[in-house]
């Protein structure tokens, strides 16, 4: 089987994580041991941001985040639903309710105008995801925030080096949100980081990270225990060194096999606007009509050992928890739902399964 996505660990993730066992400091108070340190300074560097603080998972830096807006009850996020739970799910555990709205069909990211439409008078913050890798449209999003007086929490889980008109991800919101699971474009195998150009909440994501505490066992304020262990911080500090080769291979992969499927009949490749530069961690097709024909091509493909996946095939406002904060549909997410289907192009899939795979969607989408 061509799996979706894997973690891809050499010798130097192994060799660092070594180094952070032989040193005896496993963690650390005030934010993590020296690796954890020291990968929070590489990957703002990498960024090219201010502060990035890492966290024991991606929803441990959405949570992070959210607190640190002082989102809290009767406060209103604003979210895509088609996207994965953590989204939401954070903002409802910082005591936020989730407002839901549709995407742009063809980058699958949270429409602007539909978030203008969605903003009341209890609208704290918005949540943009770089679904897949893409960007959302950042620039129009932060002069909405501007002019509204809110704050946008981007979630980057997936868009590690992305870039938007020629910016690193995570440089441009008020603050942005990574996850460094297993699978990911770069992995710690679990952790996250928030990075932000703002110090008043570089200052309370501090806080919120590490108990409440602004000194020893002194708690100012309400928070949680979100530090990066020192192995996982290891594993990250060599993955960055190598992400930069990790997103040309998915980059030559994705274009290779858009070349390959772009004559097939009902598919449509998935589209990279100009000024935004997609990282690639999942390459998303839609195959026109969808539903069974969708669900048929991919049981044909897993059937010939391709990792084909759908992400997400249940939008949020439709499952049983996130329905009660939605009533309606939001047409455009649940064409979408019906309708995508991700295939493997991750670092380790070599060229001549990337034909195998084209040659396989060929045939299966032919033989419906």
Not at 95 to 118: C, H, L, Q, S
Not at 260 to 266: A, P, V, W
Not at 286 to 311: N, T
Not at 343 to 351: A, G
Request: one cysteine or more; proline letters at 5%.
């Amino acid at each position: 089987m061509i799996p979706i996505n894997k973690p891809i660990i050499g010798e130097l993730e192994i060799k660092f994580v070594l180094e952070a066992l032989r040193s005896g400091i496993l963690t650390g108070r005030g934010g993590g041991g020296p690796f954890a340190r020291k990968f929070e300074e590489e990957f703002a560097k990498f960024v090219k941001v201010k502060y990035a603080l890492a966290t024991s998972s991606g929803t441990a830096a959405l949570h992070m985040a959210l607190v640190a807006a002082g989102v809290g009850r009767g406060d209103e996020v604003i979210v895509p639903s088609f996207t994965f739970t953590a989204t939401a799910e954070a903002v409802v555990l910082a005591g936020g309710k989730p407002v839901f709205v549709d995407i742009d069909p063809e980058t699958y990211n949270i429409d602007v105008e539909r978030v203008r439409e969605a903003i009341t008078e209890r609208t704290k913050a918005i949540i943009p995801v770089d679904l897949y890798g893409l960007p959302a449209d950042l620039k129009p999003l932060m002069e909405l925030a501007e002019e509204k007086n809110l704050v946008i929490i981007e979630d980057a889980a997936q868009a590690h080096g992305a870039e938007y008109y020629g910016r690193r991800v995570g440089s441009i919101s008020h603050m942005t949100c990574f996850s460094f699971y297993a699978t990911k474009n770069m992995t710690t195998g679990e952790g996250g980081m928030v990075t932000t150009n703002i110090e008043e909440f570089a200052e309370k994501l501090k806080l919120v990270r590490e108990h409440g505490e602004s000194g020893d066992y002194l708690p100012v304020t309400l928070g949680h225990n979100y530090r990066m262990m020192e192995v996982a911080a290891a594993i990250g500090r060599a993955q960055l060194k190598r992400l930069s080769e990790f997103l040309g291979k998915r980059r030559e992969n994705a274009i290779r096999l858009t070349e390959l499927i772009s004559g097939i009949n009902s598919v449509k490749p998935p589209v990279e606007p100009r000024g935004m530069k997609h990282s690639w961690y999942l390459y998303t097709i839609r195959v026109k009509g969808g539903g069974r024909m969708r669900d048929k091509i991919v049981e044909i493909l897993r059937g010939r050992g391709v990792g084909a996946s759908i992400y997400y095939k249940i939008p949020l406002h439709k499952t049983p928890f996130y329905s009660r904060f939605h009533r309606g549909s939001l047409t455009e997410t649940e064409r979408a739902a019906e309708e995508v289907l991700s295939l493997p192009i991750h670092p380790e899939v070599n060229d001549e399964q990337i034909e195998y795979i084209a040659r396989c969607l060929r045939e299966a989408v032919n033989s419906i």
